[in-house]
């Protein structure tokens, strides 16, 4: 069944502060691993799902922001102003470039987001989760009620005060939020609308309870420093220099690239530290690489390819017949870093 709702994963590639201290024009990825949406399908109203759970201003917190103009689009790439839509300390979207984010719009008959699944768009399942939730709470927030008004006391005699009325009907309950998954907390439920005080006279009826609100989504807990890279065996049978691209083995152990040998030509990730033959050692598969460009002389933005040596990273692609030209990333603060985005282009003939 095909997603009837856009969404798409957002990559931050920058972002420039306006006269407003809640907007930003920012410039952005859109990749949508279901091949459905593009770049072309964003619009005014999208709400921005940002994985800010390391922020050192908000910590724990996914930020949501609103497009409110879109500035120009083609199929990868977008520039929208963007407006930041939570209630606590606004945080700049310059401080996440390379971060996963989601973007997507509501179900415009049920107020619910399809999703598609966090692997399937490469983001940690939380925020696809926190998305799902905030959906629903701002669908059910629409349902609280407001309590009739009391029925007005009869005037008291003349010369005699009359008897203080009884107060009016008491206004319903409104519907409780939902709870938070675990994890991330959850947002305070909104209070139901008060009753109007009843006019002097009788009392009014007393009001019925509110309905018990729906228990929200759990979600998975998230470890930051563990979300992009894995531990892997090397059993190459010579030591993995750092910072050398690897793939992985059917043992998943792993060893050196190779776009000479079909089998050793796929991309797994970046080794972050020279790993010995025999060795376990950590390799990253996904967001950014510290120092991986270091002294390269990249700029911002600088395509980097699978190189035509075994473990090279480069910006030139490879010209040989019959290899495959991979796009690793692209190169990102002032061109020592390295942004995983992994994507097979075309294989030469």
Do not use: H
């Not at 593009?38 to 050192?56: E, H, P, Q, R």
């Not at 709470?137 to 006391?153: A, E, H, K």
């Not at 691209?245 to 050793?264: P, Q, T």
């Amino acid at each position: 069944m095909s997603l009837g709702v856009f969404s798409a994963k957002f990559t931050i590639t920058n972002s420039t502060g306006t006269g407003d201290p809640s907007q930003f024009i920012v410039d952005a990825d859109i990749y949508d691993g279901a091949g459905i949406y593009t770049g072309l399908d964003v619009a005014v109203n999208d709400i921005i799902f940002l994985d800010t759970t390391g922020s050192g201003v908000n910590p724990g917190n996914v930020s949501r922001y609103k497009v409110l103009t879109v500035n120009s689009q083609n199929v990868f790439n977008v520039q929208v102003l963007i407006q930041y839509i939570d209630t606590s300390d606004i945080e700049d979207p310059i401080n996440y470039v390379g971060y996963p984010a989601l973007i997507c719009r509501s179900s415009p008959s049920k107020g619910f987001a399809w999703l598609a699944a966090n692997d399937l768009q490469g983001l940690p399942s939380y925020l696809i989760d926190y998305a799902r939730n905030s959906d629903i709470f701002s669908y059910i927030d629409n349902l609280s009620v407001t309590g009739p008004q009391g029925i007005q006391g009869a005037t008291g005699l003349l010369g005699t005060q009359g008897e203080t009325g009884l107060n009016g009907i008491q206004g319903l309950t409104g519907i409780e939020g939902l709870q938070g998954f675990t994890g991330l907390e959850g947002p305070q439920g909104i209070t139901g609308i008060q009753g109007s005080d009843g006019v002097t006279g009788l009392q009014g009826i007393q009001g019925n309870t509110g309905t018990q609100g729906i228990q929200g989504i759990t979600g998975s807990a998230a470890n930051a420093d563990f979300i992009y890279k894995i531990k892997k065996y090397n059993n190459s049978g010579s030591t993995i220099l750092q910072y050398s691209s690897v793939y992985e083995l059917i043992d998943s152990s792993i060893g050196l690239c190779d776009l000479s040998d079909l089998n050793k030509e796929k991309f797994f990730g970046i080794a972050l530290s020279n790993i010995p033959n025999g060795v376990e050692d950590y390799i990253q598969f996904s967001s950014i690489v510290p120092d991986a460009l270091n002294g390269s002389g990249y700029i911002n933005g600088t395509i980097i390819y699978m190189g035509s040596a075994a473990g090279e990273i480069s910006s030139v692609a490879p010209t040989t017949s019959g290899y495959l030209i991979q796009k690793i990333g692209k190169a990102t603060n002032n061109g020592n870093d390295l942004l995983i985005e992994y994507k097979e282009i075309i294989r030469l003939n």
